[in-house]
């Protein structure tokens, strides 16, 4: 019997230590990214452009993303999921759970979507990057502290992200 109670005491403690608490639990993670970009307004070719930021999701279906980047400065998001947020510049960016520890932002431009997409596996961490045209569109568009800025080409160079 005792055998019995020291075995259920030790599941149990385990149990504790090692299954997240469902108040508590989160999904954090630290990204980065770089790129190069052709624009015709204004006139730049192989301009660098630098990201970074942390995502949380939380189980309370709240999220938050903070991130910098060369193109639009600083920018936080608190949200629910599902929600879009516009931030001042009048950009909308909405965060998505795209599947078990994985999360999706999908920041929407005049002509183009910028799409990051987060998965954590253990202590590992994926970051996906895409830009899409919208349908009918040549040219990207991005919101920068001197205005609108048109874009044929960009390519990813670096993109990083480790879990918190």
């Not at 790129?35 to 630098?50: A, G, H, T, W």
């Not at 960016?93 to 990051?116: D, H």
Request: charged share 25%; proline share 4%; aromatic share 6%.
């Amino acid at each position: 019997m005792n055998c019995t109670i020291i075995s259920a005491a030790g599941v149990a403690f385990l149990s504790m230590v090692l299954a997240p608490s469902h108040a508590a639990a989160q999904i954090k993670g630290q990204f980065s990214y770089e790129s190069l970009v052709d624009c015709e307004k204004p006139n730049i070719k192989n301009y660098p452009i630098r990201g970074e930021g942390t995502a949380v999701l939380s189980a309370d279906s709240k999220a938050t993303l903070r991130m910098r980047s060369g193109l639009s400065g600083y920018t936080r998001i608190d949200t629910k999921l599902g929600e879009k947020k516009q931030d001042f510049r009048g950009t909308t960016t909405e965060l998505r759970v795209s599947g078990n520890n994985s999360l999706r932002a999908t920041r929407e431009y005049t002509n183009n979507f910028l799409i990051a997409e987060l998965k954590f596996v253990g202590p590992n961490c994926r970051l996906k990057i895409q830009h899409k045209l919208k349908p009918g569109k040549k040219l990207y568009t991005f919101t920068t502290p001197l205005g609108e800025a048109l874009c044929s080409n960009i390519r990813m160079t670096k993109v990083e992200c480790s879990a918190l």
